[in-house]
């Protein structure tokens, strides 16, 4: 049985409905090659700081930014 494979577009909107649960109102979520730096995800809120990740290509970047969202949740969750 073939594994599913995840798009992009998936990935950003599971991200986007995380942090629209979470926080309320979200400007974006997107991700873009950076030419120093390599591929950079971010989301970015009306009212809050945005939350940038970094990885080596945009799949990276993503699993990244929602691990790191995650944390933030549960860490909130836990108080």
């Known amino acids: 049985m073939a594994e599913k ?11 986007y409905d995380m942090a629209n649960k979470h ?7 997107g991700i873009k090659r950076h030419h120093r730096i390599g591929w950079v995800a971010k989301i970015q809120f009306d009212e809050f700081e945005s939350l ?10 993503l699993k990244k930014l929602r691990r790191r969202l995650k944390k933030i ?7």
């Open 5 to 15: 494979i995840k798009t992009l577009e998936e990935r950003i909107d599971r991200i």
């Open 23 to 29: 926080y309320g109102e979200v400007r974006f979520v």
């Open 52 to 61: 940038v990740s970094e990885g080596k290509d945009s799949e990276d970047a």
């Open 73 to 79: 949740i549960d860490r909130y969750n836990f108080v």
